[in-house]
């Protein structure tokens, strides 16, 4: 019986030449789809949903249209045509119009139309105003064009996706449309959602390979269910494309090619004019990041609080402390500043900014500025010489520069410096500077509202009547402002009150805004030409001589006054107060004065600082400085952990990877399957792999001579090497070729696993891997 039991199964005979059974597919569709479609369709959907729930979370508008809503009915619409027989053209078209729907629907329901017009007809009107560039829209209609847009591209995205998903077998078209939205998105956002991005690739990466293997799996129409081969290759790809997605989700959202896009920020100047055309429908949405541009401070209103956080914004590397000013204004309403026509002169890098005026006891100085925020506005410390990158020098009506700014909006981490001159006159210069003030000077800062209440003018003339020279008027009015309390948080004027007049008569506190502006107001009304700028104030020292730390807790306004000789003077007219962060009891500003401050003792005994060249100087938070773990981001916190995780994961699976790499590269022609020669390729590789291990056949050696000796080394494998062998003989010599039916194709994969398995043991580990064929 035992030798009845090893006996090899018989093969079949010529005479029974059975019929080839064709292999069926597995039919698991139906009308509606199999559940390989269902998967592919779920996948899809959750991969925009993560992109287009980023843009939902983020809520730059309020209200905000339902765009899950959108690509749920653009997934599902495209899944009813691909299922309906309609010609192809008249389907998209259908889908457009669909889509159209779609997005009135959702728009008309977020408009607040006057009682006497209709949704639709308010919206045409909307439309029309914003095609002509006219400003008659209501309160929170500009932002309507931006909901149009974002809802009819959900749409957009949701059917190109879906048809090509479900048409073409192609996940890359969606992968692609939701990478751009939430990189997009993503890099205009607080880091706190940078998990979107991390999510999102995960979800791609899932859906790449399932549609991928979906597709070969419809090619190999035999196979009724993934192989283990295909899982396996999924985990792998999962975990690779996700530990590199962990690694830079961190850091992509931010990445800029600094260099590019200062090439075309200076040879293309127009794109900054389309940035800031009606067409740009994004400049109705609030920034949800840090911002401080030309744009956010082209107005300065009074409002009930200053800032009062401890957000770094800047880090300044500089020979010396100074008041950092970032704009200028030059007109004064009652409920802010503003700044008049401004003229916008381009300024190549490191080409020196002309300035015709005479001015006398001038210094250079050199800084470096790194910017922890979005920005397009330079630190301009005393007058303005050069730049290293490409710039604007933005001219008032006067010819003087009220702002500096760069080409494009420069990101947290970018860096730039200026060479700058700054005043450095005494105190008896500036009274001796009388009164002759250019006619443009006087033209453009004596301003003063239409409805300037001339009790802040007798109170000027009562303040400053014992005093001659206007640096004398200037110390009495800040003077006597310094009886009021600072306070950071106010009541609101009422409304259609001037701000300065209710600071002075009836509030009578206030934080450096009012006290600035009071200032500026009260000498324009006695004669002396004088502005507001706001900017930052010298800031906190860093851990090197140098080196300046600005927090938006430094945000400050101060008054410029005009001297002859001199040009504009930095005035200091809030009193000085642990609450205010102001720490010169002068009104003048000097570097001097403020290097007289108790917190500079830090850097009492060190070297002064050498500013020839400004890269030796460390910028940036110093390795291992108090503030350099505390103030690192959300963002950068999870992906540091993130990095050291799966960089650890990543080498592991890297190195697998490798192995199975080289080994499927080796012995792939091991184990390739051609059904028309199966018992063919079977036998011969047997010799190849015997070769391989000292037992190749001799050429005199007929199979079954060669397969008796093999068995003597192979024991265990009697009966899968004599099946091998006589299929081979009746395939090559019986006149049996091409295909075999199944359950022999089943037999002879069997037996080629057990001898091809026993062999490749008797090779070393180096030879396994590496062996020649």
Same mark, same amino acid.
């Given at each position: 019986?035992?030798?009845?039991?090893?006996?090899?199964?018989?093969?079949?005979?010529?005479?029974?030449?059975?019929?080839?059974?064709?292999?069926?597919?597995?039919?698991?569709?139906?009308?509606?789809?199999?559940?390989?479609?269902?998967?592919?369709?779920?996948?899809?959907?959750?991969?925009?949903?993560?992109?287009?729930?980023?843009?939902?979370?983020?809520?730059?508008?309020?209200?905000?249209?339902?765009?899950?809503?959108?690509?749920?009915?653009?997934?599902?619409?495209?899944?009813?045509?691909?299922?309906?027989?309609?010609?192809?053209?008249?389907?998209?078209?259908?889908?457009?119009?669909?889509?159209?729907?779609?997005?009135?629907?959702?728009?008309?329901?977020?408009?607040?139309?006057?009682?006497?017009?209709?949704?639709?007809?308010?919206?045409?009107?909307?439309?029309?105003?914003?095609?002509?560039?006219?400003?008659?829209?209501?309160?929170?209609?500009?932002?309507?064009?931006?909901?149009?847009?974002?809802?009819?591209?959900?749409?957009?995205?949701?059917?190109?996706?879906?048809?090509?998903?479900?048409?073409? +077998?192609?996940?890359?078209?969606? !992968?692609?449309?939701?990478?751009?939205?939430?990189?997009?998105?993503?890099?205009?956002?607080?880091?706190?959602?940078?998990?979107?991005?991390?999510?999102?690739?995960?979800?791609?990466?899932?859906?790449?390979?399932?549609?991928?293997?979906?597709?070969?799996?419809?090619?190999?129409?035999?196979?009724?269910?993934?192989?283990?081969?295909?899982?396996?290759?999924?985990? !792998?790809?999962?975990?690779?494309?996700?530990?590199?997605?962990?690694?830079?989700?961190?850091?992509?959202?931010?990445?800029?090619?600094?260099?590019?896009?200062?090439?075309?920020?200076?040879?293309?100047?127009?794109?900054?004019?389309?940035?800031?055309?009606?067409?740009?429908?994004?400049?109705?949405?609030?920034?949800?990041?840090?911002?401080?541009?030309?744009?956010?401070?082209?107005?300065?209103?009074?409002?009930?609080?200053?800032?009062?956080?401890?957000?770094?914004?800047?880090?300044?590397?500089?020979?010396?402390?100074?008041?950092?000013?970032?704009?200028?204004?030059?007109?004064?309403?009652?409920?802010?500043?503003?700044?008049? &026509?401004?003229?916008? +002169?381009?300024?190549?890098?490191?080409?020196?900014?002309?300035?015709?005026?005479?001015?006398?006891?001038?210094?250079?100085?050199?800084?470096?500025?790194?910017?922890?925020?979005?920005?397009?506005?330079?630190?301009?410390?005393?007058?303005?010489?050069?730049?290293?990158?490409?710039?604007?020098?933005?001219?008032?009506?006067?010819?003087?520069?009220?702002?500096?700014?760069?080409?494009?909006?420069?990101?947290?981490?970018?860096?730039?410096?200026?060479?700058?001159?700054?005043?450095?006159?005494?105190?008896?210069?500036?009274?001796?500077?009388?009164?002759?003030?250019?006619?443009?000077?006087?033209?453009?800062?004596?301003?003063?509202?239409?409805?300037?209440?001339?009790?802040?003018?007798?109170?000027?003339?009562?303040?400053?009547?014992?005093?001659?020279?206007?640096?004398?008027?200037?110390?009495?009015?800040?003077?006597?402002?310094?009886?009021?309390?600072?306070?950071?948080?106010?009541?609101?004027?009422?409304?259609?009150?001037?701000?300065?007049?209710?600071?002075?008569?009836?509030?009578?506190?206030?934080?450096?805004?009012?006290?600035?502006?009071?200032?500026?107001?009260?000498?324009?009304?006695?004669?002396?030409?004088?502005?507001?700028?706001?900017?930052?104030?010298?800031?906190?020292?860093?851990?090197?001589?140098?080196?300046?730390?600005?927090?938006?807790?430094?945000?400050?306004?101060?008054?410029?006054?005009?001297?002859?000789?001199?040009?504009?003077?930095?005035?200091?007219?809030?009193?000085?107060?642990?609450?205010?962060?102001?720490?010169?009891?002068?009104?003048?500003?000097?570097?001097?004065?403020?290097?007289?401050?108790?917190?500079?003792?830090?850097?009492?005994?060190?070297?002064?600082?050498?500013?020839?060249?400004?890269?030796?100087?460390?910028?940036?938070?110093? &390795?291992?400085?108090?503030?350099?773990?505390?103030?690192?981001?959300?963002?950068?916190?999870?992906?540091?952990?993130?990095?050291?995780?799966?960089?650890?994961?990543?080498?592991?699976?890297?190195?697998?990877?490798?192995?199975?790499?080289?080994?499927?590269?080796?012995?792939?022609?091991?184990?390739?399957?051609?059904?028309?020669?199966?018992?063919?390729?079977?036998?011969?590789?047997?010799?190849?792999?015997?070769?391989?291990?000292?037992?190749?056949?001799?050429?005199?050696?007929?199979?079954?001579?060669?397969?008796?000796?093999?068995?003597?080394?192979?024991?265990?494998?009697?009966?899968?090497?004599?099946?091998?062998?006589?299929?081979?003989?009746?395939?090559?010599?019986?006149?049996?070729?091409?295909?075999?039916?199944?359950?022999?194709?089943?037999?002879?994969?069997?037996?080629?696993?057990?001898?091809?398995?026993?062999?490749?043991?008797?090779?070393?580990?180096?030879?396994?891997?590496?062996?020649?064929?």
């Amino acid at each position: 019986m035992a030798n009845e039991a090893k006996k090899p199964r018989k093969l079949f005979s010529r005479a029974e030449k059975p019929e080839e059974a064709e292999i069926q597919p597995v039919v698991t569709a139906s009308r509606w789809g199999g559940w390989r479609e269902w998967v592919n369709i779920i996948l899809l959907f959750v991969v925009l949903e993560i992109a287009v729930l980023s843009i939902e979370q983020a809520h730059w508008i309020t209200p905000q249209p339902s765009l899950s809503l959108v690509l749920f009915l653009s997934v599902l619409i495209v899944y009813a045509f691909v299922r309906i027989r309609i010609f192809g053209v008249i389907k998209h078209v259908l889908a457009l119009v669909i889509g159209l729907g779609v997005v009135l629907w959702q728009t008309m329901a977020l408009l607040t139309p006057p009682e006497t017009v209709s949704r639709f007809s308010h919206l045409l009107d909307i439309f029309r105003s914003w095609w002509q560039g006219s400003e008659t829209l209501l309160p929170g209609d500009e932002k309507i064009i931006f909901v149009v847009f974002i809802t009819f591209l959900t749409w957009v995205i949701g059917y190109l996706s879906t048809w090509f998903v479900l048409r073409r +077998n192609n996940s890359w078209v969606a !992968v692609s449309l939701g990478s751009l939205v939430i990189l997009f998105n993503v890099g205009n956002l607080p880091d706190t959602y940078y998990i979107y991005f991390f999510l999102y690739f995960f979800a791609a990466a899932l859906l790449v390979a399932v549609t991928r293997m979906t597709g070969q799996s419809s090619k190999a129409w035999r196979i009724a269910n993934y192989s283990g081969r295909s899982l396996l290759y999924l985990g !792998v790809s999962l975990l690779c494309i996700t530990a590199l997605a962990a690694s830079i989700s961190w850091i992509t959202p931010q990445a800029r090619a600094t260099g590019l896009q200062d090439l075309i920020a200076t040879r293309l100047p127009w794109q900054r004019d389309v940035l800031g055309s009606k067409f740009n429908i994004l400049n109705a949405i609030p920034s949800k990041q840090a911002l401080s541009t030309a744009s956010t401070l082209k107005d300065l209103t009074f409002g009930e609080s200053w800032n009062q956080g401890n957000d770094i914004k800047y880090v300044v590397a500089s020979e010396r402390p100074s008041y950092w000013r970032v704009n200028a204004y030059d007109t004064y309403t009652a409920q802010g500043w503003t700044n008049s &026509p401004t003229s916008k +002169n381009f300024l190549e890098a490191d080409i020196t900014w002309v300035d015709n005026e005479g001015l006398t006891s001038r210094e250079v100085m050199k800084y470096a500025v790194a910017t922890e925020i979005n920005t397009d506005v330079l630190f301009t410390s005393g007058g303005f010489i050069s730049a290293d990158i490409p710039v604007h020098v933005n001219t008032g009506a006067a010819g003087d520069i009220e702002a500096v700014t760069a080409l494009r909006i420069l990101s947290p981490g970018e860096r730039y410096t200026i060479t700058a001159y700054v005043f450095s006159p005494t105190e008896d210069d500036l009274s001796g500077a009388g009164e002759n003030y250019p006619d443009s000077i006087k033209a453009a800062y004596l301003q003063l509202p239409p409805d300037f209440s001339n009790d802040i003018k007798l109170l000027s003339e009562d303040i400053t009547r014992e005093f001659e020279t206007p640096y004398e008027k200037v110390t009495a009015i800040i003077d006597y402002l310094a009886q009021f309390p600072y306070k950071l948080e106010i009541e609101a004027p009422p409304e259609g009150t001037d701000s300065v007049a209710h600071f002075l008569f009836t509030r009578k506190n206030g934080f450096c805004l009012h006290y600035a502006s009071a200032t500026v107001v009260m000498l324009r009304s006695i004669g002396i030409p004088s502005r507001l700028v706001v900017g930052y104030l010298p800031g906190e020292p860093g851990k090197i001589p140098g080196q300046y730390i600005l927090r938006d807790k430094y945000y400050h306004a101060w008054p410029q006054v005009y001297f002859p000789g001199y040009g504009w003077i930095d005035i200091e007219a809030t009193p000085g107060s642990p609450e205010s962060y102001v720490s010169i009891d002068t009104p003048f500003v000097s570097s001097t004065t403020i290097e007289e401050s108790p917190e500079w003792d830090a850097w009492l005994g060190a070297p002064p600082p050498q500013i020839q060249n400004i890269t030796n100087i460390g910028i940036g938070l110093l &390795p291992g400085s108090e503030t350099s773990e505390a103030e690192l981001s959300f963002g950068a916190k999870l992906g540091r952990t993130l990095l050291f995780v799966f960089s650890g994961a990543l080498a592991i699976v890297l190195l697998i990877g490798l192995i199975f790499v080289i080994r499927s590269f080796s012995y792939r022609w091991l184990w390739r399957v051609d059904r028309q020669k199966l018992a063919y390729d079977t036998y011969t590789n047997m010799c190849k792999l015997a070769a391989m291990v000292g037992l190749a056949p001799n050429p005199q050696q007929t199979p079954l001579e060669f397969t008796a000796e093999l068995a003597v080394a192979l024991p265990q494998e009697v009966e899968a090497l004599d099946y091998i062998t006589r299929a081979y003989l009746i395939n090559r010599f019986g006149g049996r070729r091409g295909r075999l039916i199944i359950t022999e194709e089943a037999e002879i994969l069997k037996a080629r696993h057990m001898v091809y398995h026993t062999l490749l043991q008797r090779l070393g580990l180096t030879r396994r891997f590496f062996g020649k064929r």
